[in-house]
């Protein structure tokens, strides 16, 4: 029992259903060991919380902390009734609009949630609530209103869940691991528009996200309004989507947008570094005497513009900075009664008096004692493919540890594009955003993670409790993919069922690998670890997949994924990469796309073109009935025009439209002999 106790901490449902049945067992003149078991069996039948899985229902996501389904459900009548006390005014957040009569509803605010875990962290109440649904009452028992927007937001998933016309009845009591849990879109470099950040705001609430940090200065571009200094956002000071930028009177509007959500919104203007779009416009650096004043009016207009604020982030990173002019700037934003956040390293040691919070970005990012850390240093979503880091991010602890506090506020994914994108669709699509930040938000709601992502890396197992966990949260993202998400640019797909062979040929070796994108050496080699065994310069990987009839399929191939923030050149023209990778079919070479960027040179203002399959149409293909051979051959150097080289690939069947995975498939790499061209000459 001890062992049954320690696996699950993570779960204080089934924490504390394990304590009670070892109390059972341990009262050997009531019931004895055999009854003590079979109650934990019973009970854990019942629970679904971070560390299960419930029944058809079960698409909560995050998972709820404790959960346990009492039977029946409560039904929803055809009446249309408009229910202020959800919490909502606008439809997108699928709360404001509901056809639950308000009479069922009974919400009480409580002094604490027994059982759920807290800390302090400025600017982030308790998100606490229990939740009861019998079958013909919702009882919401909440800490604060927020706590209280987020019972909510589970009931709706609730009810999607069981198909809208009824919900199950079960008893939740559920909080945050940890309290922050954000996103970051780079709107400095690509702008963004208003219209589109509502709609994420809207559909990233409903899953409990809820910091949105928002970085509006860079190089390329000023995004704010700065009514004292009208130069800073005028199309002449913009190398990059001129002319576009962000009135103050919008940014007051989304604020109070995201606040009414649960989303507390966190502006950053980043100095004295990635400045020479102020340059450009002032006429000299922000370290210069009349920088350093201008610098106090515009921090003074940016407490103004966003009142809600708690913290104000001043940056602070890759350029030489004194702790002086940092304290400067943090006296003006504490004068205006908010809390600063500098990035973590920065060029100088880091100071409480001037750094209320730091964002931990790269390697050398260390959290720092009396100083809340927000862990960004693998979020980096511009560098991801679409599906190994997907599963590396998901695994992994947050900042090495399981649980929030104090020293340890969470999490946020951080989208930057050094190299252009040409629209926005193109950025929400390339960066994966919605499956990223919603893998790494669970993550921080539910705690846990079995290691850091140093330790764990990036594979996915091919079986065992970590593999059937990710499984399960890919199953419900999915589900969230064709409902309350659906129509929003997601290149995800289902990937736990692809299997393969990779083969060592010098080794004679062949090991068996799961997922649809495999690497064998990642971007941040060798500080993530990939799994891969082999030592030899070539590898080959191999599959037969099953398909119950001849049919027209798509496929998503990659090799190289081409960062957000790399300026490779694009393969040659004929081949798939610029280290000779080959596919073929069923014996049949398949031919690289014809690439936009063939033979052109790039600059981080080239747009990127079809380098990557996110960029282009499925590959067709035919499938054969019965089985169908997939062969990949890996070639492993360091070409010219790529600066860090991905050993990798990605390789899966989906519909003709790449919409989602081909239903009906089965992968298996040893149901036929291993190929020919696999074997040693």
């Known amino acids: 029992m001890a062992k049954m106790d320690g696996a699950a901490r993570a779960g204080m449902c089934v924490h504390n259903l394990c304590r009670v049945a070892t109390a059972e067992v341990r009262s050997s003149n009531r019931r004895g060991r055999a009854g003590g078991m079979l109650l934990l069996a019973c009970l854990l039948m019942l629970c679904v919380g971070c560390t299960g899985r419930g029944g058809y229902e079960d698409v909560l996501l995050p998972r709820p902390q404790m959960m346990r389904l009492t039977g029946g459900n409560l039904s929803i009548k055809n009446e249309k009734v408009r229910n202020t006390e959800l919490g909502s005014r606008n439809e997108q957040s699928g709360i404001g609009q509901t056809d639950i009569p308000s009479s069922v509803f009974r919400f009480h605010e409580v002094d604490s949630i027994a059982g759920a875990e807290d800390y302090t962290l400025h600017g982030y109440p308790s998100e606490a609530y229990r939740l009861r649904v019998t079958s013909d009452s919702i009882v919401v028992e909440y800490v604060t209103a927020v706590g209280r927007l987020r019972a909510m937001q589970t009931l709706v998933q609730l009810r999607e869940g069981a198909g809208g016309r009824r919900i199950p009845c079960c008893e939740i009591t559920d909080w945050p691991a940890f309290k922050l849990r954000g996103w970051m879109h780079d709107v400095g470099r690509s702008f963004i528009s208003i219209d589109e950040l509502r709609r994420e705001i809207a559909l990233m609430a409903r899953f409990k996200v809820n910091t949105f940090h928002w970085h509006l200065t860079e190089n390329q571009a000023w995004r704010l309004q700065v009514r004292a200094f009208p130069q800073l956002t005028a199309d002449t000071s913009m190398t990059r989507f001129a002319g576009q930028y962000y009135t103050q009177q919008q940014c007051r509007e989304l604020e109070a947008f995201a606040a009414e959500r649960g989303i507390t919104l966190i502006p950053e203007v980043d100095m004295p570094g990635h400045s020479a779009a102020f340059e450009r416009a002032m006429g000299h650096p922000m370290t210069s005497p009349e920088g350093r004043e201008e610098l106090k009016v515009i921090l003074r207009e940016v407490m103004e513009t966003f009142p809600l604020a708690p913290y104000i982030h001043i940056g602070g990173d890759e350029t030489a900075v004194t702790a ?81 506090s104090a020293d340890l506020a969470g999490t946020i994914t951080a989208v930057w594009n050094d190299r252009k994108l040409p629209t926005e669709a193109d950025i929400i699509r390339q960066n994966n955003l919605y499956a990223n930040v919603l893998a790494s938000a669970e993550r921080a709601w539910c705690g846990g993670g079995e290691q850091y992502i140093e330790q764990g890396g990036i594979r996915l197992p091919d079986e065992g409790a970590e593999y059937e966990a990710f499984a399960d949260w890919e199953r419900r993202f999915l589900f969230h993919k064709a409902h309350s998400l659906r129509g929003e640019p997601i290149p995800y797909v289902r990937q736990t069922n692809v299997r393969w062979r990779i083969a060592d040929p010098a080794a004679d070796t062949a090991y068996r690998w799961t997922g649809a994108g495999i690497y064998l050496s990642h971007t941040w080699n060798p500080i993530v670890p990939t799994g891969w065994q082999g030592n030899a310069d070539t590898a080959f990987a191999w599959t037969y997949v099953h398909s119950p009839r001849a049919q027209e399929a798509g496929a998503l191939i990659e090799f190289h994924n081409y960062g957000r923030s790399e300026r490779d050149l694009a393969p040659d023209s004929g081949h798939w990469d610029r280290m000779g990778s080959r596919i073929w079919l069923n014996d049949t070479e398949l031919p690289p796309p014809v690439w936009t960027g063939a033979g052109k040179p790039v600059t981080n203002e080239t747009d990127m073109g079809n380098e990557n399959f996110t960029a282009r149409p499925p590959y067709p293909i035919r499938l054969r009935s019965g089985w169908n051979k997939v062969c990949i051959l890996l070639p492993y150097n360091h070409p010219a025009g790529i600066r860090k080289p991905k050993w990798m690939f990605t390789f899966v069947i989906t519909d003709t439209e790449g919409l989602g995975a081909l239903d009906g498939l089965r992968y298996d790499p040893d149901a036929r002999p291993q190929p020919k061209i696999l074997l040693k000459e």
């Open 324 to 404: 002086e002019f940092l304290q400067e700037m943090a006296d003006v934003v504490h004068a205006g009664g908010k809390r600063v956040v500098t990035w973590n390293p920065i060029r100088t040691a880091i100071s409480p008096t001037f750094s209320d919070m730091t964002q931990l970005w790269s390697t050398a990012g260390r959290a720092l004692p009396g100083i809340p850390a927000i862990d960004c240093r693998y979020n980096y979503v511009n560098h991801f493919d679409v599906f190994a880091d997907l599963v590396g991010i998901w695994k992994s602890s947050i900042y090495y540890r399981k649980e929030g």
